[in-house]
């Protein structure tokens, strides 16, 4: 008896040369076969098996009418904070046969009806949602069925869906009250964009750590910024023009942050002899600037783990519920913040 040799390293070109269709089509096929014809369907998925490409996922796939694709949706790819929560749902969600698109909010009026025509088409399986907003209207009657999804790191109530972040309100409490434990009395805050949630949650514990302090909050030693480098150095060039400027300041990022400690620096003074940065979210950067930024550390490779988690257990047919799931972070402290000098 003949016995088949399945080829360990089999790629889609080899497929196509043993159906003698192109690559192209081998991915119609296997991804999306309603797009071609029965007879070639059975021509490539026989050549997939004979050649040895992932048969068993092959087979998952025709039976269930499942992609094995799941589509991460992140406000911007550019900011470096994401990267690790992507890791941990690749890394995830390889480890389960799932495949991972990325598309970027940042440009959502370019990006939105590609990502309602994956919907529509059942291109995907599964969405991880990496901020507070839908990347399209799902009000409109064609966009309702949509697939399971999971939020990470945001949290908005009113989409109810599994969510998995930190206490944003907790960890910006404890890092505006270290700085007070520091001595400093005139604490400034550069928050984020004001329709975030976390935003908000990171303002109400910068608040409230104030108030708990008998400090008088003051509207002034507000800045805001949209989580970029300028918009942390522009932040500060505002808040340091104050008649009384602020000896310290809490930032919603760490690369505005970084953005405020260049600006600092550009200007002549010494952090944290000067002035005390706390950043928010321990980036890779954060270690290794000059001084190392003093920071809150979230678990985003835990964050992203989780909540790949959390779509594979909706995908597998797993009643889920609606809600937070709370990680621990923790106060890291670098030499961006020092005692107030008498």
């Known amino acids: 008896m003949k016995t088949r040799k399945a080829v360990a390293s089999a790629t889609m070109k080899d497929v196509a040369l043993k159906a003698k269709v192109s690559t192209a ?97 059942k291109q995907i399986d599964g969405m991880l949602l990496l901020g507070s907003q839908l990347p399209f209207d799902a009000s409109i009657e064609e966009q309702r069925n949509l697939p399971p999804m999971v939020m990470a790191n945001e949290f908005a109530p009113e989409l109810e869906l599994p969510t998995v972040h930190i206490d944003n309100l907790t960890a910006a409490f404890d890092a505006v009250n270290y700085l007070h434990d520091l001595g400093h009395q005139r604490i400034g805050c550069i928050a984020g964009p004001e329709e975030m949630p976390l935003c908000h949650y990171r303002l109400q514990g910068y608040v409230q750590a104030l108030r708990r302090s008998g400090i008088t909050v003051d509207p002034h030693y507000i800045a805001r910024g949209n989580f970029t480098y300028e918009a942390g150095a522009r932040a500060l060039e505002q808040l340091l023009a104050l008649p009384k400027p602020p000896t310290a300041v809490f930032c919603h990022s760490d690369v505005m942050a970084l953005g405020a400690l260049s600006w600092a620096k550009r200007q002549g003074l010494h952090v944290p002899r000067d002035l005390s940065i706390i950043g928010f979210d321990n980036i890779s950067l954060s270690e290794f600037c000059d001084p190392p930024l003093t920071t809150v550390s979230q678990p985003r490779f835990a964050i992203g783990r989780e909540a790949m988690l959390l779509l594979l257990d909706q995908l597998h047919g797993q009643n889920v519920s609606s809600g937070s799931r709370l990680l621990d972070c923790e106060l890291i402290v670098r030499g961006s913040t020092g005692n107030i000098l008498s």
């Open 25 to 121: 089509t081998v991915s119609r096929a296997l991804m999306n076969p309603e797009k071609v014809s029965q007879t070639t369907r059975n021509r490539v998925e026989q050549a997939a098996i004979d050649v040895g490409y992932y048969p068993q996922a092959l087979g998952r796939n025709t039976k269930r009418n499942e992609s094995r694709t799941l589509l991460v949706i992140v406000p911007d790819i550019c900011d470096p904070f994401f990267s690790e929560i992507i890791r941990g749902i690749e890394v995830t969600a390889a480890e389960h046969g799932y495949l991972v698109l990325i598309g970027d909010c940042a440009h959502q009026n370019q990006q939105e009806k590609t990502f309602i025509d994956l919907i529509i088409t």
